[in-house]
C-alpha cells in the first residue's frame, strides 16, 4: 500500500479454534512479535476468550477483536451478544459478515447492514467483509456481487465514520483453500470497491482500509500488501501459529 493516509491492518481471525488457555498463549505470543510502528494488528479469539485474551493484551500493541455481534443492544435474545457487552470484553473491532457466517449462519446484506450500524455507533471498528464464490467468479459476475455487498454495508455509513470503517475482500473460493487471489486480481477488486466508495462520497474513500483475505501465508503477504489499494491482510489458518502470523505482520513495515 502506499497511501500515507492509511495504516496497514493485519487481523487474524482465529474462527472456532482454541481454548481459553491457549488463546491467551497464542495473544501473548503475538504481543511480543516485533510491530512496525506504522501498523495495527489485531486478534479475534472466540467470545468465550475475549476478556481472559483482552487481560493478556492490556499495555500491548495488539488490539482485540470479535468475530460477530448481534445489533440489539439487550433483550431476549438468546445466545447472541450485543456491541456493548463487546466493549465491555475490551473489544475495539469486530467481523462483520463473515462468508462462513453468510453461508452458514444465514447472514445477509441486510445483516450485515444491521450489524455495521450497531458497531459504529457503539464505537467498534467493523471489518466488513465482503467476497465471491467460485461459481459466481466463473459466471464473470465478481464485481456486481462484491459491489451489491459493499452497497449494502455504505448506506448505513456516513461520510465522517469511514475512517473508522473496515472492508475485507475475501474471495470465498481463496478462504482456507491454500489458493490466493492473484495479487494483481485482488488489487483489481480492491481498486473497483474502493472506486465505488469514492463514487458514493467522494476523497473520503481514501480513508477506508481495504484488507484482502483468503489464504494469506508468510510467503505470499508481501506481494498482496505492496498493492496500491491492499491496506492488510485478514489472516484465518496462518494466524494460529504466532510464527506465522509474525512473519505476515512483518510483511506489512
Ligand atoms: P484463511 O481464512 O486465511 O484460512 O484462508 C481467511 C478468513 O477466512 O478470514
Known amino acids: 500500500m502506499t497511501n500515507s493516509q492509511r495504516r496497514p491492518l493485519i487481523a487474524g481471525n482465529w474462527k ?3 481454548t481459553i488457555a491457549e488463546s ?19 486478534v479475534a479469539p472466540v467470545f468465550t476468550a475475549l476478556a481472559a485474551v483482552s487481560k493478556a493484551l492490556e499495555g500491548s500493541a495488539v488490539g482485540l477483536s ?24 475490551g473489544c475495539k473491532y469486530v467481523i462483520i459478515g463473515h462468508s462462513e457466517r453468510r453461508q452458514f449462519f444465514a447472514e445477509t ?15 467498534l471498528v467493523p471489518i466488513i467483509c465482503v467476497g465471491e464464490t467460485l461459481s459466481e467468479r466463473e459466471a464473470g459476475i ?14 448505513v455509513i456516513e461520510e465522517r465514520e469511514l ?13 482456507g483453500t491454500g489458493k ?19 463514487n458514493r462520497v467522494g476523497p473520503a474513500a481514501d480513508l477506508v482500509r481495504i484488507l484482502y483475505g483468503g489464504s ?38
Open 142 to 155: 465478481t464485481f456486481e456481487v462484491i459491489g451489491r455487498q459493499l452497497d449494502a454495508a455504505l448506506a
Open 66 to 89: 470479535a468475530q460477530n455481534l448481534y445489533w440489539e443492544a439487550q433483550g431476549a435474545f438468546t445466545g447472541e451478544l450485543s456491541a456493548a457487552m463487546l466493549l465491555d470484553a
Open 180 to 198: 490466493t487471489a492473484k495479487s494483481s486480481d485482488a488489487q483489481l477488486a480492491h481498486a473497483y470497491l474502493r472506486d465505488r466508495i469514492r
Open 109 to 123: 446484506d441486510a445483516t450485515v447492514a444491521k450489524k455495521s450500524r450497531a458497531a459504529l455507533s457503539s464505537g
Open 163 to 175: 475512517g473508522s470503517v473496515v472492508i475485507a475482500y475475501e474471495p470465498v473460493w481463496a478462504i
Open 216 to 253: 494469506v501465508k508468510a510467503d505470499n503477504a508481501a506481494e498482496l500488501l505492496a498493492q496500491p489499494d491492499i491496506d492488510g491482510a485478514l489472516v484465518g489458518g496462518a494466524s494460529l501459529d504466532a510464527d506465522a502470523f509474525g512473519r505476515i505482520i512483518r510483511a506489512a513495515g
Open 16 to 18: 472456532m479454534h482454541k
Open 24 to 42: 491467551v498463549a497464542l495473544a501473548r505470543a503475538v504481543a511480543e512479535t516485533r510491530i512496525g510502528p506504522r501498523t495495527d494488528v489485531v
